[in-house]
């Protein structure tokens, strides 16, 4: 249970869980984020994220525990939840044939905004995601970065404290996600709202102050990322030489670490692997070819936590690329 009270918190779920039919899909989550804070759900296809996001914007009933944004129970309280919040869909649910001004004006019209204040509001927000430039254009020429873009201003007509945004970058590619980002930070600095997003992308998660680490259906560990990386703790080694055999005998004999030999190398961890490679070549008297020393990533946490590495949807490891080996 959560120890701060639901009203000094973004979101608070007290033992919040979701079953379809006999299948649970989330189960006995607590989750405490405060407000003002960029807070990351991280977790593989599957696990649970859209699920808890939907039941945290009122579209989907829990069918246990209890979930309150802004202090307002999401059941009880429908309505002052959905006047609080913004939403950013996974898949777009732009009109193409409107452009980006008439989307913005349109949704405004929606939700009751007077006019005049509507053309404000939708110009700062224009200026905000960086399209003012290309309000006049029809959504179907944008870029598919121009389109999320569009749907972050569209989540934010309401003013919303809290925008969840579900998979915020899946799809668009590595600069747009980059670009994306500066946007959102930009907003968190300048609104000082909430941003509640789900990812299993690990370069997003790098991007948050807070992630719940989640795999089917629970939490495995929360914390921001530079916390959860320094639990996990050591670096790994990977020393190519002459007789990797000879070299690995030799770290365990000498260094008194665990070191095994395989098609890469002699792979070894290590608390600091910087000052440990000058120490080994020094001593070893087995030439070194090439040594890498990786400090643990987001996946390495996931992989100490699950026993899994985070997949992508097309079903790999995520590789150096995807992950951007951002520390
Ligand atoms: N409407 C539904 N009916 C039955 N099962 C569902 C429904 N929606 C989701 N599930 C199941 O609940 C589990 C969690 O799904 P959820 O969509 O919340 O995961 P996720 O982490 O958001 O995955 P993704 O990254 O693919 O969106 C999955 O096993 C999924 O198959």
Known sequence: ???????DLAVRTDDLGKTYGDRPAVIGLDLAVPRGVTFGFLGPNGAGKTTTLSMLCTLLRPTAGRAFVGGHDVVREPHAVRERIGLVFQETTLDLDLTAREALRFHAELFGTP????RRTVAALLELVGLTESQGRPVREFSGGMRRRLEIARG???????????EPTTGLDPQTRTVIWEHLH??????????FLTTHHLEEAENCDRLAIIDNGQI???GSPAELKAEVGDDTVV?????????????????GVAAS????GVRLSVSDGAAFVPKFCAEAGIPVLSATV???SLDDVFLHHTGRTIRTERGGPLTVDDVGRRR
């Not at 249970?1 to 009203?7: D, I, R």
């Not at 006019?115 to 509507?118: N, T």
């Not at 934010?156 to 579900?166: G, I, K, S």
């Open 261 to 264: 030999s395989g098609p890469d």
């Open 1 to 7: 249970m959560a120890t701060a009270t639901a009203e």
């Open 156 to 166: 934010l007509l309401t003013a919303p404290q809290v925008l969840f945004l579900d």
């Open 115 to 118: 006019w005049r204040q509507s």
């Open 186 to 195: 930009r907003l968190r600095e300048e609104r000082g709202i909430t941003l």
């Open 239 to 255: 020393l190519r030489t002459c007789d990797d055999a000879g070299a690995a005998l030799l770290v365990r004999e000498r260094f």
């Open 294 to 296: 990786t400090p643990p």
């Open 220 to 222: 495995e560990v929360e």
